[in-house]
């Protein structure tokens, strides 16, 4: 009887603090449905194998801690490979974002092409992303790098 009061005691407890607990919490989606995902692609063909010299440069909103500023942050990195895919969460509507790209060898490699382009998708939304810049071009050096950009909608 004694452990029978205590289940039904213990069951009571859930059922108050179940009623208790509103429906109007914040989701994820909530708070962040204002922000973008952004996809950002480079791809390059050629018969080289990079390795530390060719670089792309994209607008970020966290800071070297990996810490969300909320504001935009150019970062250049160097790319493994001859291919890098970026994805950057929560970038805020109404930014302007920009993606570019270049090789840091004195003169253009020969049978080099380079593409790339910027996606987008609204947090929440729908998993595929729509394309909103793409560019093409040859070898692109330090000193004229290969831009596309854009800006968010509000």
């Known amino acids: 009887m004694k452990i029978l009061l205590k289940y039904l005691s213990i069951c009571l407890c859930f059922i108050a603090i179940l009623s208790s607990c509103s429906d109007d919490f914040i989701t994820e989606y909530d708070t962040h449905k204002d922000e973008y995902t952004v996809y950002y692609n480079v791809t390059y063909s ?89 560019a093409i071009a040859d070898c692109p050096l330090k000193g004229e790098p290969l831009t596309i950009s854009y800006d968010i909608p509000n």
Do not use: C, W
């Not at 090789?103 to 092409?113: F, G, H, I, Y």
């Open 46 to 134: 050629t018969i080289n194998d990079f390795h530390n010299i060719a670089y792309v440069s994209f607008t970020d909103f966290f800071d070297s801690n990996h810490k969300y500023t909320g504001k935009p942050i150019q970062t250049v990195r160097s790319i493994e490979g001859t291919e890098e895919h970026i994805r950057m969460e929560r970038v805020t509507k109404g930014s302007h974002i920009e993606f570019s790209t270049y090789v840091d060898v004195a003169e253009a490699l020969p049978n080099t092409k380079v593409e790339i382009s910027i996606e987008i998708s609204k947090k929440g939304g729908d998993t595929p992303f729509t394309e909103v810049a793409t």
